[in-house]
């Protein structure tokens, strides 16, 4: 506001004054560049949060971010399954997935938190218990060894 | 490694990124300068201290320092406001060291930013600027340091390289970190481990701090 009074004072004819406005509009300008560049910044952090962790993301973080920004999440996830769905035939392709080529279907995982039960296709139920080893087909464990809870294990 | 997130990278040349993280700190760095003509009402705001109070305005040609965004925006006008001059590092003194030998200046003391600092610069019309272009790319200093740093980070594996990485600038620091990267990977495929899912950093990163709060 002081900076539109000045401006009025200025056309009304003293011109030294436009450094002051040059100024201030320079700090304005700086704040929004500031301003504007940390939110892109979080956005982006958002974004690959997407393709690291999961479509679901803990609470802890969740509460970190402004509703604006589990918006956007929402609807990137929204495009990204949408794209995902258009490309591979019929059902689809996760590009999520398989991140790192995969040597074989099965691997050989260690629990490194207490998770409870999980369920894989045939519907077996296994317990992840701390330190529990299990041998898993891949495309289950992949999330949950890129969530932290499994440890993959080369042999 | 976290391989999802890509920042915004800083600027070549002369142009800065709107938007790089990298870009708005260089941009911190401050010029010297001069006043061309009194500047009133500012006293306060760009530390002069002195005087009645804040309705002080400061005479013509008092020296000050201003940052580099400041000095660009108050620039665009016919030039009348502010007049800058170089910093010392990128004068003729500086320049003849750096001709002797690149490689023995610590370019991290002199200002964490000296090439991209010095590309902003050449945004002030300046007699000196084809030198200080020359200076800042050629022989003198980037191509003579360049191959240390290729060197270096090629074939420190595993190694405490904060002795290394102290004495650069963060451009150069940048290309040290991906030369870093290049070979870990390529030490991790040599093993094996190249097939290995791994937990990505960012979620380890947030696994290691301490929320205030969890919600339920």
Known sequence: ERNQADVSEAKAGRTDLIFLIRFRHCCLLRN??????????????????????GSILPSAIQFHMSAEEVEWFNRYKKSLATYMRSVGGEEGLDLTQDMKPPKSLYIEVRCLRDYGEFEIDDGTTVLLKKNSQHFLPRWKCEQLIRQGILEHILS | MAEAYFPVGPGLGPEENFLSLDDILMSQEKLPGRAETSLPRLAFALGQGSGAGSGDSIPEGSKLEVPVWLAKGLRDSKRRLISVELPKIYKEAWRTVFSADANVVDLHKMGPYYYGFGSQLLNFDNPENPEIAQTILQASTFISRFRRIMDSSQNAYNEDTSALVARLDELERALFRAGQKGLNDFQCWEKGQASQITVSSLVQNYGKRKFTEMDG
Do not use: G, S
Not at chain 1, 37 to 53: G, K, P, Q, T, V
């Open chain 1, 32 to 53: 929004q560049r500031c301003i504007v560049a940390y939110l892109y910044d979080r956005l982006l952090r958002i974004r690959a949060l997407r393709w690291e962790y």
